[in-house]
Nanobody, 123 residues
Framework: QVQLVESGGGSVQVGESLRLSCAAS????????MGWFRQAPGKEREAVAR????????HYADSVKGRFTISQDNAKNTVYLQMNSLKPEDTSMYYCAAALYVDSAGRWTASYWGQGTQVTVSS
């Protein structure tokens, strides 16, 4: 089992920044792959960023590439999502996830999820 607790969401203006944090505990093996997903009302869930905690490789959705950065602090068992140059379309509930995989429909998903943190970007 893996427990994930997100923090750092909030309301900001266009162009501002936020940093989300995800504190992880539990099964170390299942935390090898971690990521951030988002889902807005009426929209499909999107895999925003992924990190493989062993080697540190990262992957981003095209919609956030160049603006968002996923990183890890292994000493704190925490994964971060630095979000810069925020846009109204970034408004969503953001979820931290662990043990990522691709489902039968070809979409990234995960075995473990946090409770989510809301990000709202106003123009």
């Amino acid at each position: 089992q893996v427990q994930l607790v997100e923090s750092g969401g909030g309301s900001v203006q266009v162009g501002e920044s936020l940093r989300l944090s995800c504190a992880a505990s539990g099964n170390t093996y299942s935390r090898y792959s971690m990521g951030w997903f988002r889902q807005a009302p009426g929209k499909e869930r999107e895999a925003v960023a992924r990190i493989y905690t062993g080697g540190g490789s990262t992957h981003y959705a095209d919609s956030v590439k160049g603006r968002f950065t996923i990183s890890q602090d292994n000493a704190k068992n925490t994964v971060y999502l630095q979000m810069n140059s925020l846009k109204p379309e970034d408004t969503s509930m953001y979820y931290c996830a662990a043990a990522l995989y691709v489902d039968s429909a070809g979409r990234w998903t995960a075995s473990y999820w946090g409770q989510g943190t809301q990000v709202t970007v106003s123009s």
